[in-house]
């Protein structure tokens, strides 16, 4: 997000806070979450050494689409870019190569020649055109009436999709959502993103900002690092063991 010149000063420190605090989340689900093993030196080369197909992170919508809107007003894309950044910045501490589909909340057209098709198009060419990549496409849920909470996995059509999508599906319980009964399910065919890329996707809907409860946690940033955590636990464990 583009910032005044007093605040881009403080843009470096408030990297380092963002990394820091998914770090510490990182500790918190260590024993649950299967990246706990590269703590153990004699036994994997280091994390950067491995050759991994690049992470792809999506944060949902964007610009003039905000997603979904929760009553106090909080966007989806908000909330989808924070854990997107998280995400990255665990990502490059690593030494591991990660893109993203958008880095702030700028629109890529004026107003009247937006079109949501078209900027999943882009997100779409922007996956098929990596010679290797993983795709990790985040999102929020909702719903009409606010009983329906927990994360959610929906997978691409192919089977290293479902086996991703159950894999991160059982770290997200595991980690931080132990109380969650849903289930990793295929995306309907509908979804143009998981249903136009030649690569493992998921997409993850991290809770529903028509739950009270979830839409407090979701605004809490130690609870995004969390899921961040979770996230990055996952493709580290799938691509460690596929050997993409």
Same mark, same amino acid.
């Given at each position: 997000?583009?910032?005044?010149? &007093?605040?881009?000063?403080?843009?470096? &420190?408030?990297?380092?806070?963002?990394?820091?605090?998914?770090?510490?989340?990182?500790?918190?689900? /260590? !024993?649950?979450?299967?990246?706990?093993?590269?703590?153990?030196?004699?036994?994997?080369?280091?994390?950067?050494?491995?050759?991994?197909?690049?992470?792809?992170?999506?944060?949902? %919508?964007?610009?003039?689409?905000?997603?979904? /809107?929760?009553?106090?007003?909080?966007?989806?894309?908000?909330?989808?870019?924070?854990?997107?950044?998280?995400?990255?910045?665990?990502?490059?501490?690593?030494?591991?190569?990660?893109?993203?589909?958008? $880095?702030?909340?700028?629109?890529?057209?004026? +107003?009247?020649?937006?079109?949501?098709?078209?900027?999943?198009?882009?997100?779409?060419?922007?996956?098929?055109?990596?010679?290797?990549?993983?795709?990790?496409?985040?999102?929020?849920?909702?719903?009409? +009436?606010? =009983?329906?909470?927990?994360?959610?996995?929906?997978? !691409?059509?192919?089977?290293?999709?479902?086996?991703? !999508?159950?894999? +991160? %599906?059982?770290?997200? /319980?595991?980690? /931080? $959502?132990?109380?969650?009964?849903?289930?990793?399910?295929?995306?309907?065919?509908?979804?143009?993103?998981?249903?136009?890329?030649?690569? &493992?996707?998921?997409?993850?809907?991290? !809770?529903?900002?028509?739950?009270?409860?979830?839409?407090?946690?979701?605004?809490?940033?130690?609870? =995004?690092?969390?899921?961040?955590?979770?996230?990055?636990?996952?493709?580290?464990?799938? +691509?460690?063991?596929?050997?993409?």
């Amino acid at each position: 997000m583009e910032m005044k010149s &007093p605040v881009r000063q403080r843009e470096v &420190p408030f990297r380092r806070q963002r990394i820091l605090a998914v770090l510490s989340s990182v500790l918190l689900l /260590i !024993g649950s979450l299967y990246f706990a093993r590269w703590m153990l030196p004699e036994r994997e080369p280091a994390l950067a050494e491995l050759k991994r197909p690049v992470l792809l992170i999506d944060p949902g %919508h964007g610009g003039y689409d905000g997603g979904a /809107i929760a009553y106090n007003g909080v966007k989806e894309s908000d909330l989808n870019l924070s854990i997107a950044l998280k995400m990255q910045d665990l990502a490059a501490f690593y030494g591991l190569s990660a893109v993203m589909t958008r $880095q702030d909340d700028s629109p890529r057209t004026d +107003t009247a020649s937006y079109s949501e098709h078209e900027d999943l198009v882009y997100r779409a060419d922007l996956a098929n055109s990596l010679s290797s990549c993983i795709l990790f496409s985040i999102h929020q849920n909702t719903f009409p +009436t606010s =009983q329906p909470s927990g994360a959610q996995i929906l997978y !691409g059509p192919d089977a290293e999709s479902r086996r991703l !999508g159950e894999l +991160t %599906h059982r770290n997200l /319980i595991n980690g /931080i $959502q132990p109380e969650n009964r849903r289930v990793a399910a295929p995306a309907p065919k509908e979804l143009f993103l998981t249903s136009h890329v030649n690569c &493992p996707v998921i997409l993850v809907e991290c !809770g529903f900002l028509s739950n009270l409860s979830d839409l407090q946690r979701l605004c809490d940033g130690r609870y =995004q690092s969390s899921l961040a955590a979770a996230l990055m636990g996952s493709y580290l464990q799938f +691509t460690d063991t596929s050997r993409i």
